[in-house]
């Protein structure tokens, strides 16, 4: 159990993933605003006023066992292009979601996802053991739900009327939640499929 108890870098060629601190606050205000994300209305991802509320948010799930937050960094530049986590996480069953994720615009459809993705189904399944790792995203959300297929997670299913939208765009809609998930044998080949994709960014 003794990994479970803090967030911990996962360095890789493209991206790397550290846990986050207000000291990336600058950084991901200025990333935010690539393709103004706080408009989307499928997710909630924070405006550049609400960041340091954000962080806060999830450094204090952090400090309750709930949440493990990381800052995406871009290597080239040494700047946080993004956050993403591992959530609801579930030591004793050994299960935890991947989520509450963006890039800014720039970034997004690069190696950084997949490599993202990556580091950190590798970290869960090779250190912490999981017995299965979960994705969650808005049934109207087509980017994020082709993003998760393309890494080989299977849909388990939809929550229907899962979650009221608190966007302003949608404020009031019941929000239908896909499930998805990769187990602990499906692993090998998800790990080789999205070694293959690297490789051929590499290439």
């Not at 090998?188 to 070694?195: G, T, W, Y």
Request: proline share 6%; net charge positive.
């Amino acid at each position: 159990m003794s990994h479970w108890t803090a967030p911990t870098p996962l360095p890789g060629q493209h991206v790397h993933l550290v846990p986050l601190s207000h000291a990336h606050h600058d950084d991901l205000a200025q990333a935010v605003r690539d393709g103004e994300l706080w408009q989307l209305w499928t997710t909630t991802i924070p405006s550049p006023a609400g960041m340091a509320a954000e962080i806060s948010r999830r450094l204090d799930l952090q400090t309750q066992g709930k949440m493990w937050p990381f800052a995406v960094i871009d290597p080239a530049t040494a700047q946080a292009v993004g956050m993403t986590t591992y959530m609801n996480i579930d030591a004793t069953n050994r299960r935890v979601e991947i989520g509450s994720t963006w890039y800014r615009q720039s970034v997004q459809r690069s190696a950084v996802n997949t490599e993202a993705k990556r580091l950190l189904l590798a970290y869960a399944f090779e250190s912490l053991n999981c017995i299965a790792v979960e994705f969650r995203t808005h049934f109207f959300n087509q980017p994020s739900r082709r993003a998760i297929e393309r890494l080989g997670a299977k849909l388990d299913g939809v929550l229907r009327s899962h979650q009221i939208n608190p966007h302003p765009l949608g404020a009031g809609a019941l929000r239908d939640t896909c499930v998805y998930s990769i187990i602990a044998s499906e692993w090998p080949a998800v790990k080789a499929h999205l070694d293959h994709q690297l490789n051929r960014v590499r290439a």
